[in-house]
């Protein structure tokens, strides 16, 4: 299972998955101002949604409870919603999140319930009208085993689209632009941005805009299904998303493969417990990159490590000294592996703070000094991103969270944010649940406004 950072965070109140946007905002400063409920959806199993809110126009894209994919849109000040039933249905895979964009004349495009089938994109004919959204190809190449979907847009703002053409463990990972006066969509790269050479794929958070202002990705090779086959923390950086470099600045040819050691940040072996999604990047003072993510110790045990970029090479060191292994394989979307790296923020101007939760240790949280990256004895604020009232399950069922995804885009006025809000069972290897099975939830769209 992917989480790309940057389009795509997939929230769950005790831990993170796939989904649809970020949205890092402060209890304290911001409250709920309005509800307003879309529709019923599966509470059986999760898979990602997404919202955008273009102007004074806002999309959710979702699974209805009977597991069709809904598009519905409204005005700002309305609180009835369009919806177009697309011809797209889900089974149970939680990969197969939707993700959306709208170009620069205003058309919206979709893309989503993929996991190594045909490519599925969705285009309006008319600006601001999903009654015309209708089903294209892009460049009709590699086009057959599709997953993983992203919109993004390169430093000039031009639309871009990747993807992961083949299966995990065997996948090459294209990126297309889009031309919005011919509307035609051509490869941004002549060859893939990450090249498995069909032995492996790469598993990519990004690439993400840094407070430097250039493009960060992060990512792990795979060389099988089995998630236990993760290994290789990887970065490279671009000032404009064409010409990739290493953390040091020296350019780099693409595709970019496993052999390009500059790249490396922690070699970690295949089974050496790193799992794709563990890694979470953030940048200091000096936006030196720093990443924080979990391996097994040289005695076997689990630990939680953070990297960072310094004097020309990649220092990393544990900053745990948990004594449990933890192990795990499989496939599919996986369950709580008994271990999660949850956030890393920069809390204060010379602290980090890291989030966790452990099968043994339970949930809590580690302060480290930002010159040293070793952990102190310091009491911070968390941040929280969410008003705590938004985490409460209404659904009594076993296992049920809350899920929430933020706004892809946002509205001219700086002090209102809006979220969507549903629950949900965690993943369950893309399996179907035997009944009972909880009541469908309600999802809801959250209108949060800044407290004054």
């Not at 992203?150 to 299966?167: E, H, I, K, V």
């Not at 993510?293 to 948990?322: A, C, L």
Request: charged share 25%; proline share 7%.
């Amino acid at each position: 299972m992917e989480n790309p950072l940057r389009t795509f965070l997939y929230v769950a109140v005790s831990s993170a998955s796939i989904a649809c946007g970020t949205s890092e905002l402060a209890a304290a400063e911001y409250r709920v101002a309005e509800t307003i409920e879309i529709d019923t959806v599966p509470s059986w199993f999760p898979v990602g949604f997404c919202l955008l809110t273009h102007g004074d126009q806002q999309y959710a894209a979702y699974y209805n409870a009977d597991h069709r994919m809904i598009v519905a849109r409204r005005g700002l000040e309305e609180r009835q919603w369009q919806k177009v039933e697309l011809p797209s249905k889900i089974g149970w895979d939680s990969h197969n999140y939707i993700t959306m964009a709208v170009d620069s004349t205003g058309h919206l495009h979709l893309s989503g319930n993929m996991h190594c089938v045909p490519l599925i994109y969705f285009r309006t004919r008319e600006p601001d009208d999903i009654a015309t959204l209708e089903r294209l190809s892009m460049t009709g190449q590699e086009e057959q085993r599709c997953t993983y979907p992203r919109f993004l847009n390169d430093a000039d703002g031009r639309l871009l689209f990747t993807y992961r053409s083949g299966g995990s463990g065997n996948g090459r990972r294209f990126y297309n632009g889009y031309d919005v006066a011919t509307k035609t969509w051509t490869r941004f790269f002549d060859a893939p941005l990450f090249e498995g050479q069909g032995k492996r794929n790469a598993y990519p958070n990004g690439p993400t805009r840094g407070p430097d202002g250039l493009f960060h990705v992060v990512w792990v090779w795979r060389d099988t299904p089995d998630c236990a086959t993760n290994h290789h923390l990887s970065y490279a950086r671009s000032r404009d998303m064409k010409n990739w470099e290493t953390a040091g600045g020296k350019s780099v040819a693409l595709p970019l493969l496993l052999e390009q050691s500059e790249l490396c940040v922690d070699p970690v072996p295949s089974g050496g417990g790193i799992i794709n999604g563990c890694q979470k990047l953030a940048f200091d003072s000096q936006n030196r990159p720093v990443i924080a993510y979990h391996k097994s110790d040289d005695n076997g045990h689990m630990q939680i490590y953070v990297s960072r970029f310094e004097d020309g090479q990649w220092n990393g060191h544990p900053i745990t000294t948990w004594e449990k292994e933890i192990a795990f394989s499989g496939g599919g979307a996986m369950p709580f592996i008994g271990i999660s790296v949850g956030r890393l923020l920069k809390v204060e101007p010379d602290l980090f703070l890291v989030t966790y939760r452990h099968r043994d240790y339970g949930s809590g949280r580690i302060v480290l000094d930002e010159a040293t990256l070793r952990p102190v004895d310091r009491t911070v604020a968390q941040p929280s991103s969410r008003p705590k009232e938004l985490s409460r399950p209404t659904i009594a069922f076993e296992g049920i969270s809350v899920k929430l995804a933020g706004d892809l885009g946002g509205p001219n006025d700086p002090d209102t944010k809006y979220i969507l809000r549903w629950e949900t069972l965690p993943a369950h290897h893309d399996r179907p649940r035997q009944p009972p099975l909880p009541p469908a939830s309600v999802l809801k769209l959250v209108k949060l406004k800044r407290n004054e």
